[in-house]
């Protein structure tokens, strides 16, 4: 910070999103780059875990984005309810599948956001934030599912 003034929303988010792919992005590396280090399963399933950690959380803004509006929408919040539920069972599946579903919950939930009535709810700079980061996380986690 400089001058006194804080950090701007859009530069907060953009930044902690950034520190926020650092695992993905580190575990699929370590999965292709140097499976000595750990083994295969162990890489996929710290992969999955954190993917399951982000995509609940991700469902959590959504949810926030979601309650602010002054005609809230059950059907929304019980759909968006449904994501973290999914995302949490994530670690109990078999790495494939899991990681396969956690990629369909980035998808949808990234779907859902870019809706017309979603891109109203929140500020102008965070759909292209979502798709950057989400874009990252998908390749993470099929080079993951790949490696």
């Known amino acids: 910070m400089t001058g006194g003034a804080g950090m701007t929303p859009a530069r907060a988010a953009l930044v902690l999103g950034v520190f926020g792919l650092g695992p993905f992005i580190g575990f699929a590396a370590a999965a292709w780059l140097a499976p000595g280090i750990a083994p295969h399963a162990a890489l996929q399933q710290a992969e999955i875990l954190w993917g399951a950690i982000i995509l609940a959380f991700m469902a959590g803004a959504r949810w926030g984005f ?14 968006f309810g449904l994501i973290p539920a999914l995302s949490l069972a994530a670690p109990f599946l078999p790495a494939a599948f899991a990681l ?32 950057f ?9 099929i080079a993951t599912a790949l490696a």
């Not at 779907?111 to 102008?124: I, S, V």
């Open 133 to 141: 980061l989400t874009l990252v996380v998908l390749v993470c986690l």
């Open 100 to 131: 396969i579903l956690l990629a369909v919950g980035f998808v949808g939930l990234l779907a859902a956001e870019l809706l017309p009535t979603a891109r109203q709810e929140g500020p102008a700079w965070y759909p292209p934030l979502r798709v």
């Open 66 to 79: 979601v309650l602010l509006q002054p005609a809230v929408s059950t059907g929304r919040l019980m759909a």
